[in-house]
């Protein structure tokens, strides 16, 4: 810890602050009328500055301190929400909104949550630090199945998800719900059902069985629809999709509520578009964090309009609201939506545009264009309408939209593994200059959480054995031994030293991993170089990291948990 002088520290970087604070509040004492002078509520918080540091120098952690003086207001916090400022730091945007409406942005998380001890990239939040009130489809299918790692669900390989239309409504049980993607086809069938209900004939006794009788001529069939489209603007009756949706995902719950995403680390996104110029807008659960640049071509919208949260039924009754089918949906404060596949029917274009995550997009430009994957079904004839439920029911076309043994397929299914790998500099002197190029040191790590409550580390690790496969860090071999594991790993977390030379900090590096003889693929942040991963390490930061990570010595580094995902679990 450096121990600059406290007061030295305050006159040069927060004095002014505080003083231009004044200058736009009126400041006085609680229950008092006298009014406080800028000079003096500079002093007043120099002091107190000045006090606390004397604190830290005992041996306390910033964060403990922090802990009690937050634990203070207690009554005051009851009263306060923002979905702009996390009061947790009061510098950032929160990400992750508990029931009490407290939302923490990802650094304090990190910093006052627990790390698990089964999973290093698991963070543990048990109560509010603020209030304390304790918070204790068949492709995704075909690739979940391929992947073949038990308790391993499918969207746990993927950091980023953005749905529109029907896809939506996956992104939301998927990751929102949590569901597996038996449950997700089991739940949509009835969904569907639900959703395209036709509207009722009057109950007039003799009309109505004449217009029943009249509907099995097609000719006649074919004009009531198009009357009921003039007449009602829609196909079908909104309160049908209304009510399924709110059966799928609750009446009240937000897209911003905690979920199985933040458990799992996985980013959600949602497309609509608005109704008045047809713009692309996008829902997320991470509250838009990030910068954005003022180029894009889409509008993120918020989540809390009008002092609450909007509901997650609303959201997707917007992203589903098809023109023809459905009508579109108003959200107070915000407008009025439809379905985002009339302006974003790949929403893969606007994930990429989020700033947040462009260090995930920019570790994949080093020397490398990446690999990209799109599948579409194929139909023996022409595509049916959007409200067919006969796929349901019918085993020969679920026959022709089968996914198994795509070449592309595989390829992905590789790619997943393979990512399921990161690597990381050693903390600790991570290279060294010599005879004019860098020795490296480093490891290579899994995502998958040891453990007795899973068997996906260790059914993973077997697999690899039994075909003998092997990293490839810049071309030369590395054995993975994968047949040792877990006796070569005590605390059951995999765990591989490799040592590399580089001629500078800028060399683009691959770490592969070859399940085949023939086709190796990259884990996850690969390529890569030093320098890169010097930055996204914050090994560089000689006064220490916002989340308070501290600097190991070499045989602490066997201890350091990845800074990959991290995920919230309360």
Same mark, same amino acid.
């Given at each position: 810890?450096?121990?600059?002088? $406290?007061?030295?520290?305050?006159?040069?970087?927060?004095?002014?602050?505080?003083?231009?604070?004044?200058?736009?509040?009126?400041?006085?004492?609680?229950?008092?009328?006298?009014?406080?002078?800028?000079?003096?509520?500079?002093?007043?918080?120099?002091?107190?500055?000045?006090?606390?540091?004397?604190?830290?120098?005992?041996?306390?952690?910033?964060?403990?301190?922090? %802990?009690?003086?937050?634990?203070?207001?207690?009554?005051?916090?009851?009263?306060?929400?923002?979905?702009?400022?996390?009061?947790?730091?009061?510098?950032?945007?929160?990400?992750?909104?508990?029931?009490?409406?407290?939302?923490?942005?990802?650094?304090?998380?990190?910093?006052?949550?627990?790390?698990?001890?089964?999973? $290093?990239?698991?963070?543990?939040?048990?109560?509010?630090?603020?209030?304390?009130?304790?918070?204790?489809?068949?492709?995704?299918?075909?690739?979940?199945?391929?992947?073949?790692?038990?308790?391993?669900?499918?969207?746990?390989?993927?950091?980023?998800?953005?749905?529109? =239309?029907?896809?939506?409504?996956?992104?939301?049980?998927?990751?929102?719900?949590?569901?597996?993607?038996?449950?997700?086809?089991? %739940?949509?069938?009835?969904?569907?059902?639900?959703?395209? *209900?036709?509207?009722?004939?009057?109950?007039?006794?003799?009309?109505?069985?004449?217009?029943?009788?009249?509907?099995?001529?097609?000719?006649?069939?074919?004009?009531?629809?198009?009357?009921?489209?003039?007449?009602?603007? =829609?196909?079908?009756?909104?309160?049908?999709?209304?009510?399924?949706?709110?059966?799928?995902?609750?009446?009240?719950?937000?897209?911003?509520?905690?979920?199985?995403?933040?458990?799992?680390?996985?980013?959600?996104?949602? *497309?609509?578009?608005?109704?008045?110029?047809?713009?692309?807008?996008?829902?997320?659960?991470?509250?838009?964090?990030?910068?954005?640049?003022?180029?894009?071509?889409?509008?993120?919208?918020?989540?809390?309009?009008?002092?609450?949260?909007?509901?997650?039924?609303?959201?997707?009754?917007?992203?589903?609201?098809?023109?023809?089918?459905?009508?579109?949906?108003?959200?107070?404060?915000?407008?009025?939506?439809?379905?985002?596949?009339?302006?974003?029917?790949?929403?893969?274009?606007?994930?990429?545009?989020?700033?947040?995550?462009?260090?995930?997009?920019?570790?994949?430009?080093?020397?490398?264009?990446?690999?990209?994957?799109?599948?579409?079904?194929?139909?023996?004839? $022409?595509?049916?309408?959007?409200?067919?439920?006969?796929?349901?029911?019918?085993?020969?076309?679920?026959?022709?939209?089968?996914?198994?043994?795509?070449?592309?397929?595989?390829?992905?299914?590789?790619?997943?593994?393979?990512?399921?790998?990161?690597?990381?500099?050693?903390?600790?002197?991570?290279?060294?200059?010599?005879?004019?190029?860098?020795?490296?040191?480093?490891?290579?790590?899994?995502?998958?959480?040891?453990?007795?409550?899973?068997?996906?580390?260790?059914?993973?690790?077997?697999?690899?054995? %039994?075909?003998?496969?092997?990293?490839?860090?810049?071309?030369?071999?590395?054995?993975?031994?994968?047949?040792?594991?877990?006796?070569?790993?005590?605390?059951?977390?995999?765990?591989?030293?490799?040592?590399?030379?580089?001629?500078?900090?800028?060399?683009?590096?691959?770490?592969?991993?070859?399940?085949?003889?023939?086709?190796?693929?990259?884990?996850?942040?690969? $390529?890569?170089?030093?320098?890169?991963?010097?930055? =996204?390490?914050?090994?560089?930061?000689?006064?220490?990291?916002?989340?308070?990570?501290?600097?190991?010595?070499?045989?602490?580094?066997?201890?350091?948990?990845?800074?990959?995902?991290?995920?919230?679990?309360?």
């Amino acid at each position: 810890m450096h121990l600059f002088n $406290p007061r030295d520290v305050f006159q040069m970087f927060y004095k002014d602050v505080c003083h231009n604070l004044c200058g736009t509040a009126v400041l006085a004492h609680e229950g008092s009328t006298d009014f406080v002078l800028p000079s003096q509520f500079s002093k007043m918080i120099e002091a107190q500055m000045a006090c606390m540091f004397q604190q830290l120098t005992t041996g306390q952690s910033s964060a403990s301190l922090h %802990r009690q003086l937050v634990a203070a207001f207690t009554e005051d916090w009851n009263r306060l929400r923002s979905d702009s400022t996390c009061y947790h730091c009061l510098r950032r945007r929160p990400q992750f909104f508990p029931e009490c409406g407290h939302g923490q942005c990802m650094n304090c998380v990190k910093v006052f949550g627990v790390v698990s001890a089964a999973d $290093p990239w698991l963070v543990e939040v048990d109560e509010c630090m603020l209030c304390g009130r304790n918070i204790g489809m068949q492709l995704r299918k075909q690739l979940e199945d391929d992947i073949s790692l038990p308790g391993h669900p499918v969207q746990q390989n993927f950091d980023v998800v953005f749905g529109t =239309s029907s896809g939506a409504i996956s992104a939301g049980a998927l990751c929102i719900n949590g569901w597996t993607v038996d449950e997700c086809i089991g %739940r949509f069938e009835s969904f569907s059902q639900h959703a395209f *209900t036709p509207r009722r004939v009057p109950s007039i006794p003799i009309i109505s069985s004449f217009v029943r009788l009249m509907m099995q001529v097609p000719v006649f069939a074919t004009v009531v629809r198009a009357a009921a489209v003039l007449l009602f603007d =829609s196909r079908y009756p909104s309160h049908h999709i209304e009510q399924a949706l709110r059966d799928m995902f609750g009446s009240d719950r937000s897209i911003a509520d905690y979920s199985a995403a933040d458990e799992m680390g996985v980013m959600v996104g949602m *497309t609509v578009a608005t109704v008045q110029d047809a713009s692309a807008c996008i829902f997320t659960n991470y509250n838009g964090a990030g910068q954005r640049g003022g180029d894009r071509d889409y509008e993120l919208l918020k989540t809390n309009v009008n002092g609450g949260q909007v509901a997650l039924w609303e959201i997707l009754r917007c992203a589903t609201a098809a023109p023809y089918y459905f009508t579109p949906w108003s959200i107070d404060g915000l407008g009025t939506f439809q379905d985002g596949g009339l302006v974003a029917n790949n929403p893969s274009a606007i994930a990429l545009q989020e700033n947040a995550w462009q260090r995930v997009v920019a570790q994949k430009n080093v020397d490398r264009s990446g690999e990209f994957f799109r599948f579409d079904v194929e139909f023996d004839g $022409p595509e049916p309408p959007l409200d067919s439920l006969s796929s349901f029911d019918d085993p020969e076309r679920d026959d022709e939209c089968t996914f198994e043994g795509l070449p592309a397929l595989r390829r992905l299914v590789l790619c997943a593994r393979a990512e399921l790998f990161l690597f990381e500099l050693r903390a600790s002197q991570p290279y060294v200059f010599s005879d004019g190029g860098y020795e490296c040191c480093g490891h290579i790590r899994c995502r998958l959480a040891a453990g007795s409550e899973t068997e996906s580390l260790k059914e993973f690790m077997r697999q690899l054995a %039994r075909s003998r496969a092997c990293f490839r860090v810049g071309g030369h071999e590395v054995g993975g031994d994968f047949a040792s594991y877990p006796t070569a790993c005590p605390d059951g977390l995999f765990l591989l030293e490799v040592r590399f030379r580089v001629a500078s900090l800028q060399e683009s590096l691959s770490v592969c991993l070859w399940e085949t003889p023939s086709e190796g693929r990259s884990i996850s942040g690969s $390529p890569f170089t030093v320098r890169q991963l010097v930055r =996204s390490q914050k090994l560089d930061q000689c006064f220490g990291t916002s989340d308070h990570r501290k600097k190991r010595s070499r045989d602490d580094d066997n201890e350091d948990a990845s800074r990959k995902r991290p995920r919230l679990k309360r």
